[in-house]
């Protein structure tokens, strides 16, 4: 699995200034590594969740000036796209690797999704390990501790999640840049997959709420 490890040098591609310079050495450098985790985790996720998965590495086409500040590979149950539903992902920071379930703004099911949720926070809190963390912004590094939330602050998220249109909600875990396991691919897709199993009950919860009743 020497092709998924990631060093030093793949975080400092952040640093490159210019649109055009950052998104050629993306482009050559990190997608074949999410090109190759998605040979691995698509089928896995597959298998996983009994629904089918696909790959979808992000082009940041859209952007005409400022070069992006992180990127990501997203494995979603659709072919064509992965932004309006429940997915999973694994992506860099210059600061450290992230791996996802995600519920972004785009995702229509995510005010029932956190509805269901709220008919319980403390439980589902329960379910997530302690050493994981939660965003409410896809867009920026920052992320809350597991060890830090209590089911009020929860139930903050999730009411915010419900009730604003551009709110989100990830859960997952942060791999610093310095982590040996980066340069060691198999055992970097073992925690990966691992961190999946643990949060395939959250992925569950997003697909019944995706389902129109």
């Not at 060093?7 to 055009?20: H, N, P, Y």
């Not at 961190?195 to 395939?200: E, S």
């Amino acid at each position: 699995m020497a092709e998924i490890e990631f060093t030093q040098e793949d975080f400092d591609v952040f640093d490159i200034e210019g649109l055009d310079a950052r998104m050629e050495a993306l482009k050559t450098r990190i997608r074949p590594k999410f090109e190759a985790l998605g040979i691995e985790l698509a089928p896995t996720l597959s298998s996983m969740t009994g629904d089918e998965f696909f790959t979808h590495v992000a082009k940041h086409a859209r952007r005409k000036v400022n070069p992006p500040n992180d990127t990501w590979v997203a494995f979603a149950a659709n072919k064509r796209g992965y932004k309006k539903l429940p997915h999973f992902q694994v992506g860099l920071f210059g600061t450290h690797l992230f791996v996802w379930f995600a519920m972004i703004y785009e995702a229509p099911a995510k005010g029932e999704f956190a509805e269901r949720l709220l008919d319980n926070p403390g439980e589902w809190l329960k379910k997530v390990p302690k050493d994981f963390v939660w965003s409410i912004d896809h867009m920026k590094p920052e992320a809350i501790s597991q060890s830090d939330v209590d089911a009020d602050e929860f139930t903050s998220m999730l009411t915010r999640l419900r009730d604003v249109k551009k709110a989100e909600l990830l859960c997952g875990i942060h791999i610093d840049r310095q982590d040996p396991i980066l340069k060691d691919g198999d055992a970097l897709l073992k925690r990966i997959e691992e961190t999946y199993q643990q949060l395939l009950p959250l992925y569950q919860e997003a697909q019944k709420a995706s389902v129109p009743s």
